[in-house]
Nanobody, 122 residues
């Protein structure tokens, strides 16, 4: 089974920056789009950013656009989320996500990492 392991979370003051990493293994990372989700305490999980397999195209939620940057290094099987100008409302558990496909390439659910906590507070 595929494995996704997030790291880089922690406590940061408002206006600060943080970079999250997601190390992927046991699947064809270079052919997979990758996503970051987050789940604030007491709220639904929400999509934050998406990057295509090539890294050419990206998507961002309006709430983070202009502040967050998703990127990937296919040689290292790693996707990143660079977070800047952090706000208290960015506080959440951040999850790495990848679509799962069967042997025929048909979508069959998602892989999820364990999550990493980001806390923005003064």
């Amino acid at each position: 089974q595929a494995q996704l392991v997030e790291s880089g979370g922690g406590l940061v003051q408002p206006g600060g920056s943080l970079r999250l990493s997601c190390a992927a293994s046991r699947f064809t990372f270079s052919r997979s789009a990758m996503r970051w989700y987050r789940q604030p305490p007491g709220f639904e999980r929400e999509l934050v950013a998406v990057i295509t397999s090539s890294g050419i195209s990206t998507y961002y939620a309006d709430s983070v656009k202009g502040r967050f940057t998703i990127s990937r290094d296919n040689a290292k099987n790693t996707v990143y989320l660079q977070m800047s100008s952090l706000k208290p409302e960015d506080t959440a558990v951040y999850y790495c996500n990848a679509p799962k496909a069967d042997s025929a390439g048909v979508y069959g659910g998602d892989y999820w990492g364990q999550g990493t906590q980001v806390t923005v507070s003064s």
